[in-house]
């Protein structure tokens, strides 16, 4: 059974950075895509970024573009997002994704990130 345990949100200033990161177990991950979704109160879930496991291809939302980086470490069976330049807006709960075919069918419980201004 796959599992993914986020951690590293926090309460961080604007223009600080966090580095978010997802243990993900269950698996060997062959095949996967990796991904972080956010949910800001009142608003739908939203795609910040991905992954791919084998080939470490990356894909970002084009408002995290340029702060945001993924990663993944194969041997640890870690993701990580590492967000610099943050600003309020980026403050959600963050999931940790994982698909093998077109939806993402595992999910993590979130971390929270928040911005103060």
């Known amino acids: 059974q796959v599992q993914l345990v986020e951690s590293g949100g926090g309460l961080v200033q604007t223009g600080g950075s966090l580095r978010l990161s997802c243990a993900a177990s269950?698996?060997?991950?062959?095949?996967?895509?990796m991904a972080w979704f956010r949910q800001a109160p009142g608003k739908e879930r939203e795609f910040v970024s991905s992954?791919?496991?084998?080939?470490?291809?990356?894909y970002y939302a084009d408002s995290v573009k340029g702060r945001f980086s993924i990663s993944r470490d194969k041997f640890k069976k870690m993701v990580s997002l590492q967000m610099n330049s943050l600003k309020p807006e980026d403050t959600a709960l963050y999931y940790c994704?994982?698909?093998?075919?077109?939806?993402?069918?595992?999910w993590g419980q979130g971390t929270q990130v928040t911005v103060s201004s």
């Open positions: 994704a994982a698909r093998v075919r077109t939806s993402y069918q595992y």
């Open positions: 992954i791919t496991w084998n080939g470490g291809i990356t």
């Open positions: 269950g698996g060997t991950f062959s095949g996967y895509t």
